[in-house]
């Protein structure tokens, strides 16, 4: 709010894959507000700090994220960040440009760091310290209403 710029929207959606069976109505509500919360934490955290290259030899990028950030086996795209791009009207800075490279997966995670390689070696891709990392987004699932479905609804009309 200090500076009045929008750094993080999205809609977060929350799945519950542990049992509910014998919980109660406040134990549920409960468990749903962690784990909207956690998610929420996570993704504003990455939208805003995003993982940053903190070395690269030749195979192993090390990047600056670790601990239960971060999960083994995670895909992220990788961005060459450039020149500060500002809106025409209000002057007030969007961002830099970024440059895809590539796809990495997480190999290895520890408390303050994880190492990812590019999931095609031979591309001839190279990252470089201060290039950033955003986790790769799922495609969203298109719901198709079924004909059954939609008949019924012409038929209420």
């Given amino acids: 709010f200090a500076t009045r710029q929008i750094k993080f929207s999205e809609a977060v959606t929350v799945n ?6 014998g919980k109660d ?12 919360a956690k998610e929420v934490a996570a993704k504003a955290t990455q939208a805003i700090y995003p993982p940053i290259v903190v070395s690269y030899d030749g195979e192993d990028i090390v990047f600056n994220y670790g601990g239960s950030d971060i999960t083994l ?4 795209n990788l961005y060459r960040t450039g020149k500060v791009i500002y809106d025409p009207y209000t002057k007030e800075s969007l961002g830099r440009q970024e440059k895809l490279l590539g796809t ?9 760091a994880s190492i990812a390689r590019f999931d095609n ?12 990392l955003r986790p790769v987004q799922k495609p969203a699932v298109a ?6 479905k939609k008949s019924n609804l012409d038929d209420e009309w």
Avoid: H, Y
């Fill in 121 to 132: 070696p031979k591309a001839n891709l190279e990252a470089r310290q201060g290039d950033i």
């Fill in 16 to 21: 519950f894959s542990n049992n509910l069976a």
């Fill in 25 to 36: 109505c406040q134990q549920i509500v409960d468990e749903m507000f962690r784990q909207a």
């Fill in 143 to 148: 719901k198709v209403a079924s004909k059954k």
């Fill in 104 to 112: 990495v997966t997480v190999v290895d995670v520890m408390p303050k």
């Fill in 73 to 76: 086996g995670s895909k992220f």
